[in-house]
T-cell receptor
């Protein structure tokens, strides 16, 4: 099925460990995003990539790095994990809704639940 | 400063009745507004959107109303069904900036 695929779905890390969350989309979208969602809160933007070869910081970029490997793939790296990074991470890509609306709609992956001990 | 606010963390309605979810925003540069629905252990999915040049958009049981002067939008679900039970996120987009800003979500429970 077309969409956004994230791996892994679950991960437990110890403080100070590093890891990379992978994301791939097969909808030929130019823009890709990483969000985090904490309990009782909305989705906060970590980093985004408007097109292949470009990345920009969002609201909460500290402690993260990203790589836009090609048009399909956008990875998120935690170099030295901290308990404050315990969260659910969502990757998304942006395309157009139906022609009648013209809205730019985000398509999300299923999420990656990260726990940092 | 939170630019998109959903002031009701939760809402409970009876099956068949109307559900009204509210959202307020502060940034007048936003030109598109979207509602996303999220089930547990899944990613959010797009539900309905509205351009800032319109005041109403309808899609089946779902209608979104926009009051630009009040910087307020609402999502109406009529009639509500148990399968509508989910978290609903309001999002605002400034298309030139290319970034969506989300509210904290409202958990809707529709009781049979």
């Amino acid at each position: 099925n077309a969409g956004v695929t994230q791996t892994p779905k679950f991960q437990v890390l110890k403080t100070g460990q590093s890891m990379t969350l992978q994301c791939a989309q097969d909808m030929n979208h130019n823009s890709m995003y990483w969000y985090r969602q904490d309990p009782g809160m909305g989705l906060r933007l970590i980093y985004y990539s408007a097109s292949e070869g470009t990345t920009d910081k969002g609201e909460v970029p500290n402690g993260y790095n990203v790589s836009r490997l090609n048009k399909r793939e956008f990875s998120l790296r935690l170099e030295s994990a901290a308990p404050s990074q315990t969260s659910v991470y969502f990757c998304a890509s942006r395309g157009l809704a139906g022609a009648s609306s013209g809205a730019n709609v985000l398509t999300f992956g299923a999420g990656s639940r990260l726990t940092v001990l | 400063d939170q630019q998109v606010k959903q002031n009701s963390p939760s809402l409970s309605v009876q099956e068949g009745r109307i559900s009204i979810l509210n959202c307020d925003y502060t940034n007048s540069m936003f030109d598109y507004f979207l509602w996303y629905k999220k089930y547990p252990a899944e990613g959010p999915t797009f539900l309905i959107s509205i351009s800032s040049i319109k005041d109403k958009n309808e899609d089946g049981r779902f209608t979104v109303f926009l009051n630009k002067s009040a910087k307020h939008l609402s999502l109406h679900i009529v009639p509500s069904q148990p399968g509508d039970s989910a978290v609903y996120f309001c999002a605002a987009l400034w298309t030139n900036a290319g970034k969506s800003t989300f509210g904290d979500g409202t958990t809707l429970t529709v009781k049979p």
